[in-house]
């Protein structure tokens, strides 16, 4: 493994700046409360209902449903995708075309109007597909580019590219929604200033993403035309890498660990600003401080993200995946409970300090634990699968629950189960990782 490359490193931390405007501005923040505020019941205190060609269904769960088939679809196709990325050694190849899906379909969001639902949830899946999708390939350039005694604080780089990245990008769309006269807006269109921001999620990420499509490597031409039968060697890389995983005890442990939690953290973060738009801020003039609270969960994500770095290098990455996973059972139990503006803030600073650091880790985490291979997207492709199936079944679940009580706050309760097995899960898996097998473990 070569030495650190500063530049190379901070290449490919860009994507993270590039996409995760997606996933404030449209998966967190003012696409989902511009769809609950076009699709909100004309009757106080009634669920909302869309009709979805021809589909009855609660507004919320109808983005719920929306996604989990997006995560089915990309379950099913990254393993396919990467096993024959590998084979070609062309994963960039797929970077880029999944980035510009994602980033097209965010632009498309532009001509999102109140009277166009179908549409909007139509192209509001194609934007996940196009981030989703990507993500495997991205990250399984890290163990390509950065040696393991470097992972943790390059994936903990990324994801603050990321958070630093969107959040400015959100302050200039937060601007232009509540200040539209300054822009040359009409004042009384409402409907202009979130559509413009999903506009510029879309030219941000596609902008951004050519510094790290231009810096990351790609075998020649004549390499990758060299390699014949690619759909079936294809699955043959993949059969080989999951007999690998069988041979490999503490990873065979942490994939499953890694589902459990992940159910769990993906599903609050995708599901979050419903839930604070409908409980804590129903009323049109609020929407400003539902932005403030996702806001707040990215500012101090950032410091939650170095902080997990730099503790594992005390404890070890196991353990502060450990300590993350309990902090986020209190969370749920807190979040059921959480009824006021103040205590949801309070929350949102307690969610955005483990939120960042345990997905940084537990990258970082399986990268380590992975063993010397030119496969890392097929390897890859497994923790993908682990995380979009947990993120299907989470959603699945929190919009079955709400839609057949009415009540959202028991979807976020039921999450708690998937924290404990988790739990459970990793005391099993640190067990399997004795500190004088498992040493990058532990710094």
Same mark, same amino acid.
């Given at each position: 493994?070569?030495? *650190?490359?500063? #530049?190379?490193?901070?290449?490919?931390?860009?994507?993270?700046?590039?996409?995760?405007?997606?996933? +404030?501005?449209?998966?967190?923040?003012?696409?989902?409360?511009?769809?609950?505020?076009?699709?909100?019941?004309? @009757? =106080? /205190?009634?669920?909302?209902?869309?009709?979805?060609?021809?589909?009855?269904?609660?507004?919320?769960?109808?983005?719920?449903?929306?996604?989990?088939?997006? %995560?089915?679809?990309?379950?099913?196709?990254?393993?396919?995708?990467?096993?024959?990325?590998?084979?070609?050694?062309?994963? #960039?190849?797929?970077?880029?075309?999944?980035?510009?899906?994602?980033?097209?379909?965010?632009?498309?969001?532009?001509?999102?109007?109140?009277?166009?639902?179908?549409?909007?949830?139509?192209?509001?899946?194609?934007?996940? +597909?196009?981030?989703?999708?990507?993500?495997?390939?991205?990250?399984?350039?890290?163990?390509?580019? @950065? *040696?393991?005694?470097?992972?943790?604080?390059?994936?903990?780089?990324?994801?603050?590219?990321? $958070?630093?990245?969107?959040?400015?990008?959100?302050?200039?769309?937060?601007?232009?929604?509540?200040?539209?006269? !300054?822009?040359?807006?009409?004042?009384?269109?409402?409907?202009? /200033?979130?559509?413009?921001?999903?506009?510029?999620?879309?030219?941000?990420? %596609?902008?951004?993403?050519?510094?790290? +499509?231009?810096?990351?490597?790609?075998?020649?031409?004549?390499?990758?035309?060299?390699?014949?039968?690619?759909? @079936?060697?294809?699955?043959?890389?993949?059969?080989?890498?999951?007999?690998?995983?069988?041979?490999?005890?503490?990873?065979?442990?942490?994939?499953?660990?890694?589902?459990?939690?992940?159910?769990?953290?993906?599903? @609050?973060?995708?599901?979050?600003?419903?839930?604070?738009? #409908? =409980?804590?801020?129903?009323?049109? &003039?609020? &929407?400003?401080?539902?932005?403030?609270?996702?806001?707040?969960?990215?500012?101090?994500?950032?410091?939650?993200?170095?902080?997990?770095?730099?503790?594992?290098?005390?404890? /070890?990455?196991?353990?502060?995946?450990?300590?993350?996973?309990?902090?986020?059972?209190?969370?749920?139990?807190?979040?059921?409970?959480?009824?006021?503006?103040?205590?949801?803030?309070?929350?949102?600073?307690?969610?955005?300090?483990?939120?960042?650091?345990?997905?940084?880790?537990?990258? !970082?985490?399986? !990268?380590?634990?992975?063993?010397?291979?030119?496969?890392?997207?097929?390897?890859?492709?497994? $923790?993908?699968?682990? &995380?979009?199936?947990?993120?299907?079944?989470?959603?699945?679940?929190? /919009?079955?629950?709400?839609?057949?009580?009415?009540?959202?706050?028991?979807?976020?309760?039921?999450?708690?189960?998937?924290?404990?097995?988790?739990?459970?899960?990793?005391?099993?898996? #640190?067990?399997?990782?004795?500190?004088?097998?498992?040493?990058? +473990? $532990?710094?």
């Amino acid at each position: 493994m070569p030495n *650190p490359n500063r #530049k190379l490193e901070n290449a490919w931390a860009m994507y993270d700046w590039a996409n995760s405007a997606y996933n +404030l501005v449209i998966t967190s923040t003012i696409f989902p409360a511009y769809y609950v505020g076009v699709t909100a019941s004309k @009757v =106080e /205190g009634e669920p909302a209902y869309v009709d979805f060609f021809g589909y009855r269904v609660i507004n919320t769960v109808l983005q719920d449903y929306a996604l989990a088939a997006v %995560f089915v679809i990309v379950a099913i196709t990254s393993p396919i995708l990467s096993s024959i990325a590998d084979y070609r050694r062309n994963k #960039k190849v797929y970077l880029r075309w999944f980035s510009l899906l994602g980033a097209s379909a965010c632009c498309a969001l532009f001509f999102f109007t109140p009277q166009r639902i179908e549409y909007g949830i139509l192209c509001f899946a194609v934007a996940a +597909l196009g981030f989703w999708s990507s993500l495997v390939f991205y990250n399984s350039y890290l163990p390509d580019i @950065v *040696p393991p005694e470097e992972r943790d604080r390059v994936s903990a780089k990324g994801f603050v590219f990321g $958070y630093v990245g969107s959040v400015i990008l959100q302050v200039v769309c937060f601007l232009i929604i509540l200040f539209p006269a !300054s822009f040359g807006l009409d004042p009384a269109d409402k409907t202009m /200033g979130p559509r413009i921001s999903f506009l510029l999620v879309g030219l941000w990420w %596609f902008g951004f993403a050519q510094i790290t +499509l231009n810096a990351m490597p790609l075998e020649s031409r004549a390499v990758r035309k060299s390699r014949k039968h690619v759909l @079936v060697n294809g699955f043959h890389e993949l059969r080989k890498v999951w007999d690998q995983v069988q041979t490999m005890p503490v990873l065979k442990r942490f994939l499953p660990a890694f589902f459990f939690y992940s159910i769990g953290v993906q599903t @609050v973060m995708l599901v979050a600003a419903g839930f604070a738009k #409908k =409980e804590i801020f129903p009323k049109p &003039e609020d &929407e400003p401080k539902l932005l403030v609270t996702i806001l707040i969960i990215q500012l101090i994500a950032i410091p939650g993200a170095l902080l997990m770095s730099r503790l594992s290098k005390r404890i /070890g990455n196991l353990w502060v995946l450990i300590l993350a996973v309990c902090v986020w059972i209190l969370l749920t139990g807190w979040g059921y409970n959480v009824r006021t503006q103040t205590s949801l803030y309070l929350l949102a600073g307690c969610i955005g300090l483990v939120m960042g650091g345990i997905q940084s880790m537990s990258r !970082s985490t399986y !990268s380590k634990l992975l063993p010397k291979t030119e496969d890392t997207t097929s390897f890859f492709s497994f $923790y993908d699968v682990t &995380e979009k199936v947990a993120l299907f079944i989470g959603l699945f679940i929190f /919009g079955t629950i709400e839609q057949l009580t009415g009540n959202i706050r028991s979807s976020i309760l039921a999450l708690s189960i998937f924290f404990v097995l988790g739990l459970i899960v990793l005391f099993i898996t #640190k067990a399997a990782a004795p500190r004088d097998r498992y040493e990058t +473990l $532990y710094h």
